[in-house]
């Protein structure tokens, strides 16, 4: 049902490559996120928490070689271990927080710059590429003009990258930093999954998100949410997790003649996507030039 329609939104979406390293742990971690263009201006659309990935990665690094810098004036010092639990308070160095981020657009365009516009309360955000010479993407949204046709039900698809198959990184031992190589795979294939709207998701009394009744996956954020025709109704967000209330505490099960004790506490994962009325509005806003349809068209 969605073929022509994924052809269609596939000209214009693309994957964002990340890896990420960590402080405590020696391995790079690749990571997947998806924007897609709204005009042939170099104009597009993804999450703040995406795009704040973007914003911040200097400084997170910068931050990071400071604390380095510090640490390292302690390492003859009786002291050392009290000195470095002191400077990973004062810097903010911790596991949970990576201290080394590395992004790359791909099949987008050749530019000089950047400029990237965060929503102040939804996840959203414009990416603006700059003093492009070479576009590489085709077409670009096309938005749902009369948002009414966002009902209960309606069956719609995203598209976005949630499995980051591409290799073309390392850890350079000589700089101690990673970085992208020119070996390995440069491709991660894109990914559609179909759902049908739940529900409206509100905050004061506007509406500002859609509900769809299958999740978002971990890299389909940023992605579009289209019908049939290739019509924009909104962009993956993130994926909530409703307990459904099923449990099952110490049940026992046959499994392969043995008997066992089990426990399972269901939950319905839903995705939860940017409204298509917050998108133009904030488009609007900055005024950015957007095109619209009408869901027959």
Known sequence: MFVEAIEKVDQFTRPI??????????????????LFFVNEDGFAVTCRHVARQILYSSSIYENYQKFKGELRRFEKDPGFETQRLFLESKYKI???????????????????????????????????????NSK??????KFLKDSRQVKQGRYL????????????????????DIEWTKEGRINT???????????????????T?????????????GGPLFDRNGVIYGMQSSTRHLHLGFDQVNREVITDGHRKKVSNYPFLNVGQCVHVDVIKQFLRE???????????E
């Open 17 to 34: 490559h990340f890896i990420l390293r960590y402080y405590t742990g020696s391995d790079i971690v690749p990571g997947t996120a998806t």
């Open 94 to 132: 911790n596991s949970e927080n990576p201290i080394r981020i590395l992004f790359n657009f791909i099949k987008c365009a050749s530019y000089k710059g950047l400029t990237i516009h965060l929503h102040p309360t939804q996840d959203l955000a414009i990416i603006q590429f700059r003093d492009f």
């Open 136 to 141: 590489q993407y085709q077409g670009h949204a």
């Open 157 to 176: 698809c995203r598209l976005g990258y949630p499995f980051p198959e591409f290799t073309n990184y390392k850890y350079n031992k000589n700089t101690g």
């Open 189 to 207: 294939p894109s990914f559609p999954i179909d759902g049908i709207i739940t529900r409206h998701i509100g905050e004061s009394n506007a509406i």
């Open 209 to 221: 998100g859609i509900e769809m009744s299958t999740p978002g996956l971990r890299g389909q954020s």
């Open 286 to 296: 900055k005024n950015i030039t957007f095109f619209e349809a009408d869901e027959t």
